[in-house]
């Protein structure tokens, strides 16, 4: 009874596991309702937010940019660092546009949402319009993030059926494939942790 319910259990995890990276990622890849292409003329970086396993272990650097279109709008735009610099900030960019095709997302940490809505409130930026709101973003990286989750989601499945399968039938596994194993594990969870930043 408890081994049919661990089963029962661990099969729910996957479930829910395989829903969250490989679903997820297919919809971020083909939602075409809050995908936006503008052309944005001038951007500053906001704020940078730097992710860490409990303190100690940093996986990834966030960096949120305030763009802003021929129109006068304003978006929240996360991007790869030094994004502004690269395109508005240096003498040959004068006058450049910058076309942006990105994924309009709900900004899901709190800490980081009330920061952002912390600096634009800030009195230079009132006068300006925001058509998505201070609490969505439009993420430039969206298709590098989905492609990295569903590339972990499939590993992750793959790994786990294989160890299943290996388990069931008694298969003698010799050490060299268990630290193969193990190392695709790891690659596993460390594209997981990018992704999710």
Not at 1 to 11: C, D, Q, S, W
Not at 66 to 74: A, K, L, P
Not at 149 to 163: E, P, T, V, W, Y
Request: with cysteine.
């Amino acid at each position: 009874m408890k081994k049919g319910l661990r089963n029962v259990f661990i099969v729910l995890l996957l479930g829910i596991f395989l829903a969250y990276t490989i679903v997820f990622s297919i919809i971020d890849l083909t939602n075409k309702k809050d995908r936006y292409t503008l052309d944005i003329v001038y951007a500053f970086e906001i704020l940078e937010v730097e992710h860490s396993i409990n303190g100690l272990i940093p996986f990834g650097t966030d960096h949120y940019y305030i763009g802003m279109d021929d129109e006068d709008n304003t978006y929240l735009i996360q991007a790869p660092k030094n994004w502004d610099t690269n395109n508005f900030s240096s003498e040959e960019n004068d006058g450049k546009t910058v076309k942006i095709t990105a994924l309009a997302k709900k900004i899901s940490d709190y800490k980081v949402s009330r920061e952002l809505d912390s600096q634009m409130t800030a009195p230079e930026l009132n006068s300006f319009k925001m058509p998505l709101g201070s609490s969505m973003c439009l993420n430039l990286s969206y298709i590098r993030d989905s492609v990295l989750k569903l590339a972990s989601g499939i590993l992750l499945i793959a790994l786990a059926l294989s160890a299943f399968i290996a388990r069931r039938k008694n298969i003698q596994v010799p050490p060299v494939v268990v630290k193969i194993y193990l190392v695709l594990f790891i690659v596993c969870l460390i594209l997981l942790l990018i992704s999710l930043r």
